[in-house]
């Protein structure tokens, strides 16, 4: 294949569209926004599940180095009520077929496999021009202009190229997740520590709710979650810790203080993350040279499938191109075809989950999908 697939994004999706396409032989350039690879941190725990997730990893030829990254018991889980009773204890036999591992840890075993120039960093797309035939020019904030014979979108909730085939946006979930940290847990936190256990924690109640996940190094990252209106977010000054903190703490009153502590003793300030998703049925008439993926293509609400299914897109979208490699459109269309049914799908189930979590039978709701989905052994 002579054509040159250009990609935004370098996360989980884009790097893995890249990996996969190497493998087959395709050059790929990556043009990243954010300046390095370390620029920041890259999150927390993701469970990679063998029915998607694995299988990119296994086309990009990286499931051994995945094995090593994989945290042991991060797949145990528990529920907990608000005063603190164990409701439910899943322990970690390695059976559960989501094992953990660092996001970045991930991220870094993707980038170590690609060419040392694919990804070109510090290249903020600002806007993507169609020029017809297929080509689009695309302009970065430093002025910079590239033309492109296939363009991927694989950059995130606010997607450039995503007007280039849509015209729908990202709207407000109904949802916002604060996010904390907690350091050297096991010592300067025990009671947290216990609560949470070896894995990831839930601690739900109608409207709200208290997630966390062990770390390596016992870090302990937390998630408190609240059902408000996108103003009752914005009228609360994150760029006052304390009084944010304050603010979120007092919708877990009465809560038992080993479960509000990881909102109260976080080590970071908190961050808001209002949760936005894209309509469920999002699709797009067919648009020659361009494509999407991941978040980009299907926005939706936390499930636990978000990186899964981006990894699995830009797996399958190279599949595509390596078994068309002399027509794009038909490989295009073979992709897309397949994605549509795909991510309507997950984006439905991510919807009954936020149902699960908060609604208004919770917490029982998530110890009956518990016990559906993920017996206990």
Not at 240 to 255: I, L, R, S, T, Y
């Amino acid at each position: 294949m002579n054509t040159t697939v250009t990609i935004i994004g370098a996360g989980l999706g884009g790097l893995t569209l890249a990996r996969v396409l190497h493998v087959h032989g395709i050059r790929a350039t990556i043009y990243e926004a954010e300046a390095s690879a370390t620029v920041r941190a890259q999150g927390g725990m993701l469970d990679i599940h063998e029915h998607n997730g694995q299988l990119a990893l296994k086309a990009a030829g990286l499931f051994d180095k995945f094995i090593e990254i994989i945290h042991p018991g991060g797949q145990q889980g528990r529920a907990l009520d608000k005063e603190g009773n164990v409701l439910l204890d899943d322990p970690d036999d390695g059976t559960g077929g989501r094992p953990e591992v660092p996001r970045g840890e991930l991220r870094r075993i993707l980038l170590e496999s690609l060419p040392a120039d694919t990804v070109q960093w510090g290249h903020k797309l600002i806007v993507a021009t169609p020029l017809g035939g297929g080509r689009h020019v695309l302009t970065f904030a430093d002025g910079s202009t590239v033309t492109t014979e296939l363009l991927v979108g694989a950059d995130g909730a606010w997607s450039k190229v995503r007007p280039l085939l849509s015209e729908a946006k990202p709207a407000y979930a109904g949802i916002t997740y604060i996010e904390t940290y907690l350091y050297d847990s096991d010592t300067s936190h025990k009671a947290s520590a216990e609560a949470v256990g070896g894995g990831a924690l839930f601690a739900m109640a109608p409207g709200k709710g208290i997630m966390a996940h062990r770390e390596p190094n016992g870090v302990l990252h937390t998630y408190v979650a609240l059902k408000k209106p996108e103003d009752w977010i914005a009228s609360t000054d994150f760029s006052d810790p304390m009084a944010a903190v304050a603010c979120v703490a007092k919708e877990f009153g009465g809560w038992a203080p080993e479960l509000t502590a990881l909102i109260t003793d976080g080590e970071t300030n908190p961050v808001s993350r209002p949760i936005y998703a894209l309509p469920v049925e999002h699709r797009w008439t067919r648009v020659p040279g361009v494509t999407l993926l991941g978040d980009a293509a299907h926005l939706m609400a936390p499930s636990g499938e978000g990186a899964n299914l981006a990894m699995y897109d830009g797996a399958e979208l190279a599949k595509a191109i390596a078994a068309n490699a002399e027509d794009v459109e038909a490989a295009l269309l073979a992709y897309e075809t397949d994605l549509f049914p795909r991510s309507a799908f997950e984006a439905a189930e991510a919807n009954r989950m936020q149902e699960v979590l908060f609604g208004d039978n919770s917490p029982q709701s998530l110890l009956d999908f518990f016990s559906e989905s993920q017996p206990v052994k």
